[in-house]
C-alpha cells in the first residue's frame, strides 16, 4: 500500500517519515518531490573495477549549472534527508526530468527500511544536459511493509552527499585480509 500525499505530510509531522528540510508545496498526490543537492562525484577512471576502491572527483555544481556528458556517470544527492523506520521509500526520477533524457537512479530505486540519509543518486543522461542544484529532479514515495521489519544498518547509513560505490568491501573476507597481510 502507497501513502497518499497527505498521509505522508502526517507521518512526517508524527516523526515517522524523516523529511528534512521539508517543504508543503513539494507533495504530490502520492509523492514528495526532492532536489538535487549541490555536490556531484565523478569517477576519475573510465574503467571501474568493483573489486578495487575507486578514486573520485568531487565537484560543487555551480549557480549557473553543470553540463553532464552522457558517456560518465555521476553520483549526486539528495538536498534533502530522508528515510523512514516504519515504510519502505522508492526513488523514481520526476516525468519531466525523464522527458529530457536524465535518468536519476541506473537500478537503486529501493531505499532500505531505516535508511536515513542524504541519498545518493547515479545520473546518467543521453544527451548533453544542464543540471542545476536545488533543482526539483526526484519523487519518493512511500510503501507500507509487510512482515517483521529489520531495520537497514549498511555501509551507507547516515552518508552526507554522494557516495561512490563501496562494493569492493564486499570482495573482502575475513580469509583475503588475513592473506593480504603476509
Do not use: C
Amino acid at each position: 500500500m502507497i501513502l497518499t500525499g497527505k498521509e505522508i505530510e502526517k507521518e512526517v509531522q508524527k516523526g515517522r517519515i524523516i523529511i528534512s528540510p521539508f517543504r508543503r508545496r513539494q507533495l504530490n498526490p502520492n509523492s514528495y518531490n526532492f532536489r538535487l543537492g549541490r555536490f556531484i562525484k565523478v569517477y576519475r577512471n573510465r574503467l571501474l573495477n568493483p573489486k578495487l576502491k575507486q578514486k573520485v572527483d568531487l565537484i560543487e555544481i555551480p549557480r549557473n549549472g553543470l553540463v553532464l556528458d552522457p558517456r560518465r556517470l555521476y553520483l549526486g544527492h539528495t538536498e534533502e534527508i530522508m528515510g523512514s523506520n516504519h515504510y519502505v521509500p522508492i526513488i523514481r526520477g520526476r516525468s519531466s526530468i525523464g522527458r529530457v533524457g536524465l535518468f536519476i537512479h541506473i537500478t537503486a530505486d529501493l531505499i532500505d527500511i531505516g535508511s536515513v540519509n542524504q541519498w545518493t543518486l547515479q545520473l546518467h543522461t543521453v544527451q548533453k544536459i544542464r543540471i542545476y542544484r536545488n533543482m526539483l529532479i526526484g519523487q519518493v514515495t512511500f510503501w507500507v511493509p509487510k512482515g517483521k521489519i529489520r531495520l537497514y544498518g549498511g555501509k551507507y547509513q547516515n552518508s552526507r552527499g554522494p557516495m561512490e560505490s563501496q562494493i569492493y568491501k564486499d570482495f573482502i573476507s575475513p580469509r583475503n585480509k588475513d592473506a593480504n597481510s603476509s
